[in-house]
T-cell receptor, first 115, second 111 residues
Framework: GAVVSQHPSWVICKSGTSVKIECRSL??????MFWYRQFPKQSLMLMAT?????????EQGVEKDKFLINHASLTLSTLTVTSAHPEDSSFYIC???????????FGPGTRLTVL | QKEVEQNSGPLSVPEGAIASLNCTYS??????FFWYRQYSGKSPELIMF????GDKEDGRFTAQLNKASQYVSLLIRDSQPSDSATYLC???????????FGKGTMLLVSP
């Protein structure tokens, strides 16, 4: 149980374009999902908390107009990186919380490269 | 600002030895603590969590929690080369559903 998928697993795009990443909980419903970003040799940094049916909560320093989050159903959250630039190149990972102790289970991640 | 501190390592142990990974946290109100394993280029996978003072065992892994000292540790018995990875300590922020992660400790188990 507690399987989370992400799509795509990697993407290369040109600067200025937008990229959408999907995160799905496959065997459970997740009212809350999380989006992280990880640069090489660094730890996970929480970008935002995605809540089903309401607006996402962004961490300080994360531009909500650049990183659009939509949590349309209990099993799907999407992150759209708008007008991507090379500095947005990173490993984007989503997670979904389950259980009384809010254990987070991570998707396999999406490696974004912006040329 | 809530902080989670880990020694970056690498921690090198021979195969079959016990690996001890440590973590301290700043938020005294935190109640739940998690250990994740992350292989290079992959996403984290949950090893175990602990919320009560003392020890919690799961197979070769033992998590230890001391809330008074704000200290969490993970022991890996009979370490295997396949255990070589970065181990992330995560703390559930009090009053929220978010986690704060440490920078991780790299473990290297040599055959």
């Amino acid at each position: 149980g507690a399987v989370v998928s992400q799509h795509p697993s990697w993407v290369i795009c040109k600067s200025g374009t937008s990229v959408k990443i999907e995160c799905r909980s496959l065997d459970f419903q997740a009212t809350t999902m999380f989006w992280y970003r990880q640069f090489p040799k660094q730890s996970l940094m929480l970008m935002a908390t995605s809540n089903e049916g309401s607006k996402a909560t962004y961490e300080q320093g994360v531009e909500k107009d650049k990183f659009l989050i939509n949590h349309a159903s209990l099993t799907l959250s999407t992150l759209t990186v708008t007008s991507a630039h090379p500095e947005d190149s990173s490993f984007y990972i989503c997670s979904a919380a389950q259980g009384a102790n809010n254990e987070q289970f991570f998707g396999p991640g999406t490696r974004l490269t912006v040329l | 600002q809530k902080e989670v501190e880990q020694n970056s390592g690498p921690l090198s142990v021979p195969e079959g030895a016990i690996a001890s990974l440590n973590c301290t946290y700043s938020d005294r109100g935190s109640q739940s603590f998690f250990w994740y394993r992350q292989y290079s280029g992959k996403s984290p996978e949950l090893i175990m969590f602990i919320y009560s003072n003392g020890d919690k065992e799961d197979g070769r892994f033992t998590a230890q929690l001391n809330k008074a000292s704000q200290y969490v540790s993970l022991l890996i018995r009979d370490s295997q080369p396949s255990d070589s990875a970065t181990y992330l300590c995560a703390v559930l922020n009090s009053g929220y559903s978010t986690l704060t992660f440490g920078k991780g400790t790299m473990l290297l188990v040599s055959p």
